[in-house]
């Protein structure tokens, strides 16, 4: 028996229609309260616990003193760039993965993350920068490694499997700068670019919250705008062609959002590996849309991310075990089954 999805017209007073998927709608705002309910359990979890009801009350601004000092100054930015680092990952995944219409295309793969390490890496070991320095590094390096991956996969237009093949290549060599800069350092230079390479929240304050929420205010509603285009390149170039997109226009630009998603997240948090990949694959499967799933990826992304900080601290502590470690281990383990799916169903 043949099922028809469950999609409703909804019309706006200036006569604009809107088809609305109601499964995906209820994936997005189920995703958003999952997110949203971790991050304050992730608020009351730490060396001094505080209660749920205490955290909620705080954040209203009715919790005692020493309660407003640990929730508004030490806890909520860090669960807040756990938020904004997820959602930008996953949403940069998606944009990716449609992009180059394979699920492996995400920035773990194609070496965005090691690009930003590498900028990261240069800052660290031969500048000793502060911490801004660094992530002003990491979001230079991702920013370069984008735009040499996009230059050399192109080739009268980005296409597909190029791109990621591309995009190992290059990550193959950055990832060999890498261990040649590590070489380099001495013992403190070293020990501090390892642990900013495993990807942390730890010690994440406003400094890191603003810069990551502006960026995102802006880049978010630009794809959105374009979320049509990019539904039609999955059809295909020529087929996008006739429909009126301007392809390669849509496509270097949602390309460039990506890489800025991308390479903010990293420079705040480090490179968080596998949330970019994981993400938007997940999503799909809850809303069972063969579509970009935009924004339930970029939810997914945030739950993803905060729920293994909260994960990383209530079984390890929370600088025994870094959240980079946790989503490395999770995603790992779903990129195995993702190869062993797509080889069964025979498209690698």
């Known amino acids: 028996m043949k099922t028809t999805r469950a999609n409703r017209a909804v019309r706006t007073p200036g006569g604009l229609s809107v088809l609305v998927d109601v499964r995906a709608l209820i994936v997005v ?4 309260v999952a997110a949203l309910a971790a991050s304050v359990v992730l608020i009351g979890t730490g060396d001094f616990p505080i209660p749920t009801a205490d955290v909620l009350r705080t954040l209203v601004g009715n919790g005692t003193a020493g309660q407003e000092f640990i929730v508004n100054e030490l806890r909520l930015p860090r669960v807040l760039v756990g938020l904004l680092v997820g959602a930008s990952l996953g949403l ?8 180059s219409r394979n699920p492996l295309g995400s920035p773990d793969v194609l070496g965005l993350g090691q690009g930003a390490t590498a900028g990261a890496l240069v800052v660290i070991v031969l500048f000793s920068g502060s911490a801004n320095q660094v992530a002003l590094g990491a979001l230079v390096g991702g920013l370069a490694t984008g735009l040499a991956i996009y230059l050399l996969a192109w080739k009268q237009g980005v296409h597909g499997y190029r791109l990621v093949l591309v995009g190992i290549g290059v990550s193959a060599i950055v990832t060999a700068v890498n261990g040649y800069l590590l070489t380099k350092s001495d013992i403190v230079d070293a020990a501090r670019a390892v642990v900013w390479m495993t990807g942390s929240l730890d ?19 630009l794809v959105l705008a374009n979320a049509r285009g990019l539904r039609m390149l999955e059809m295909g170039d020529d087929v996008s062609y006739a429909l009126g997109v301007r392809v390669e226009r849509v496509r270097a630009l949602l390309m460039v959002a990506a890489v800025l998603l991308t390479a903010s997240a990293t420079a705040a948090a480090g490179p968080v590996s596998f949330v970019a990949l994981t993400a938007p694959q997940l999503a799909r499967r809850l809303t069972r849309s063969p579509g970009p799933n935009l924004l339930a990826s970029l939810c997914m992304g945030a739950a993803l991310l905060v729920t293994a900080d909260w994960a990383s601290q209530r079984l390890f502590g929370a600088e025994q075990l870094p959240v980079g470690v946790v989503t490395g281990v999770l995603g790992g383990v779903y990129l195995l089954w993702l190869l062993v799916t797509e080889r069964r169903a025979g498209r690698i």
């Open 92 to 99: 940069g995944g998606a944009l990716f993965q449609s992009i």
């Open 203 to 221: 010690g994440r304050d406003w400094a890191q919250v603003w810069p990551l929420l502006a960026l995102f205010a802006v880049l978010v509603p």
């Open 29 to 32: 705002v189920l995703l958003l």
